[in-house]
């Protein structure tokens, strides 16, 4: 089976190709944590919630509120499960880390949201900064840890016991979430 899909997923990936849209969805989450960098980078130069900034930051809440919580979903339904069924050790104990990864990533931001709540409404404290760039980078790096962990051992493995049949009920399932297909 051919696996380059996930190295090369297409933007316009969808439904039909579930693989291929779960590593567009990595593409975005890179984009989005690409913008909370230059949102941070931005702050500490300017020191102040500017138009801009807000703009960011609703980008920001509006990728993480929406779009991650049903990937994550998409994975806890699909592929987690796909991991768990090859019985092999190594790939159990990567979906049960990647699980707990998910629920680490909630917490984190759960735990950054506020902030980027307050830059949509033009507030922002240069004094509490230096705790929130913190979380901000420990949630970029969570993040950006569990992706790669997925593109280069989890969703190949997950393809390789997926069969056509099960990868179209997989894109049904996960359109029909979305409310695309009824």
Same mark, same amino acid.
């Given at each position: 089976?051919?696996?380059?899909?996930?190295?090369?997923?297409?933007?316009?990936?969808?439904?039909?190709?579930?693989?291929?849209?779960?590593?567009?969805?990595?593409?975005?989450?890179?984009?989005?944590?690409?913008?909370?960098?230059?949102?941070?980078?931005?702050?500490?130069?300017?020191?102040?919630?500017?138009?801009?900034?807000?703009?960011?930051?609703?980008?920001?809440?509006?990728?993480?509120?929406?779009?991650?919580?049903?990937?994550?979903?998409?994975?806890?339904?699909?592929?987690?499960? *796909?991991? @768990? +069924?090859?019985?092999? /050790?190594?790939?159990? =104990? %990567?979906?049960?880390?990647?699980?707990?990864?998910?629920? &680490? !990533?909630?917490?984190?931001?759960?735990?950054?949201?506020?902030?980027?709540?307050?830059?949509?409404?033009?507030?922002?404290?240069?004094?509490?900064?230096?705790?929130?760039?913190?979380?901000?980078?420990?949630?970029?790096?969570?993040?950006?840890?569990? *992706?790669? @962990? +997925?593109?280069?051992? /989890?969703?190949?493995? =997950? %393809?390789?016991?997926?069969?056509?049949?099960?990868?179209? &009920? !997989?894109?049904?399932?996960?359109?029909?979430?979305?409310?695309?297909?009824?």
């Amino acid at each position: 089976m051919n696996t380059t899909v996930l190295l090369h997923p297409s933007p316009g990936a969808g439904f039909d190709s579930p693989f291929e849209m779960l590593a567009a969805c990595h593409e975005r989450v890179a984009r989005m944590l690409g913008l909370l960098q230059r949102l941070r980078a931005h702050l500490q130069s300017t020191g102040r919630a500017d138009t801009p900034a807000g703009e960011a930051a609703r980008d920001v809440m509006r990728y993480f509120d929406l779009a991650a919580p049903h990937h994550h979903q998409d994975e806890e339904r699909h592929i987690f499960p *796909a991991l @768990r +069924e090859t019985g092999d /050790a190594a790939l159990i =104990a %990567l979906a049960e880390a990647l699980q707990e990864d998910h629920r &680490a !990533m909630h917490d984190a931001w759960q735990g950054i949201r506020p902030t980027l709540a307050d830059l949509t409404q033009g507030q922002w404290t240069l004094e509490r900064s230096e705790n929130v760039f913190e979380q901000w980078q420990s949630f970029e790096a969570l993040y950006q840890q569990h *992706a790669r @962990r +997925e593109d280069e051992v /989890a969703y190949p493995a =997950a %393809l390789g016991q997926l069969d056509e049949t099960r990868r179209k &009920a !997989m894109g049904d399932e996960m359109a029909y979430r979305r409310g695309v297909r009824g």
